[in-house]
C-alpha cells in the first residue's frame, strides 16, 4: 500500500463547479498534513496546511479526519486558474528521525471555461 | 531573492557521465531534501539532511549521493548515468519543527541520451 494515495483524477469542470479531492494516509504517527499545488512544469507550491479542526482559505477548504486518516480539498467557484496538480502532502518521522514530507501521486484539474 | 535555488535547470548528458546538481536555500532552514519526480509525474523522496542527520532512501541507487558542505546547500552527485536516471530532480528545505512547509527549487530537467 502507498505510504499516501490520492483520487488518480483527471477532473475536468466547468468554471464555477465545485470539486473535491480525497487522500487517505498509512502511517497513522503521522504529523502534519497539506496540500500543494504544482503547475505544469513548475515546482511543487504549499496551497494550505490542514489542520484537524478543518480550515478555510477563500474558496478552499480542508478537512483532516485522523480516525479514518483521511484528508480531503474542497474547490468552489473554481476558476481556470486552478488548473494544476493537487499534491497531498503528508509529514512523519520514521523511528523519531528528522521528519519527511511524503506526496501524493496528485490530482490532474482542469477547469474549462 | 530565490529562497531555493538549484543550478542548472536543464542537463543533458550522456550514459556513464556523472554529474552533479547544486542546491542553495537562504531561509536559514536546518533540513534539506532532494525529490524526483518521473515520467508520471510522482515525487519521491531521495534523501532528506538536517546536518545531525542524513536519511537516504533505500531504493535509491547508491550512483546517488547528497553532498552538505554547510547547512544552506545540500548538492547532489550521480555517478555513471543511466537512461532511467531521466526525471526532474527537486531540492527543498524546511525546519525540522512538525507543522512548518517545505519550499522547493525549481527543479533541474535531467535528460540521460
Known amino acids: 500500500r502507498k505510504e499516501v494515495e490520492q483520487d488518480p483524477g483527471p477532473f475536468n469542470v466547468p468554471e464555477g463547479a465545485t470539486v473535491a479531492f480525497n487522500c487517505t494516509y498509512s502511517?497513522?504517527?503521522?504529523?502534519?498534513f497539506f496540500w500543494y499545488r504544482q503547475d505544469c512544469r513548475k515546482e511543487p507550491k504549499l496551497l494550505m496546511s490542514?489542520?484537524?479542526s478543518g480550515n478555510e482559505d477563500g474558496r478552499f477548504t480542508a478537512q483532516l479526519n485522523r480516525a479514518s486518516q483521511y484528508i480531503s480539498l474542497l474547490i468552489r467557484d473554481s476558476k481556470l486558474s486552478d488548473s494544476a496538480t493537487y499534491l497531498c502532502v503528508v509529514s512523519s518521522s520514521r523511528d523519531g528521525s528528522a521528519r519527511q514530507l511524503t506526496f501524493g501521486s496528485g490530482t490532474q484539474l482542469t477547469v474549462l471555461p | 531573492d530565490t529562497a531555493v535555488s538549484q543550478t542548472p535547470k536543464y542537463l543533458v548528458t550522456q550514459m556513464g557521465n556523472d554529474k552533479s546538481i547544486k542546491c542553495e536555500q537562504n531561509l536559514g532552514h536546518d533540513t534539506m531534501y532532494w525529490y524526483k519526480q518521473d515520467s508520471k509525474k510522482f515525487l519521491k523522496i531521495m534523501f532528506s539532511y538536517n546536518n545531525k542527520e542524513l536519511i537516504i532512501n533505500e531504493t535509491v541507487p547508491n550512483r546517488f549521493s547528497p553532498k552538505s558542505p554547510d547547512k544552506a546547500h545540500l548538492n547532489l552527485h550521480i555517478n555513471s548515468l543511466e537512461l532511467g536516471d531521466s526525471a526532474v530532480y527537486f531540492c527543498a528545505s524546511s525546519q525540522v519543527a512538525a507543522n512548518t512547509e517545505a519550499f522547493f527549487g525549481q527543479g533541474t530537467r535531467l535528460t540521460v541520451v
Open positions: 490542514v489542520y484537524s
Open positions: 502511517n497513522s504517527a503521522s504529523q502534519s
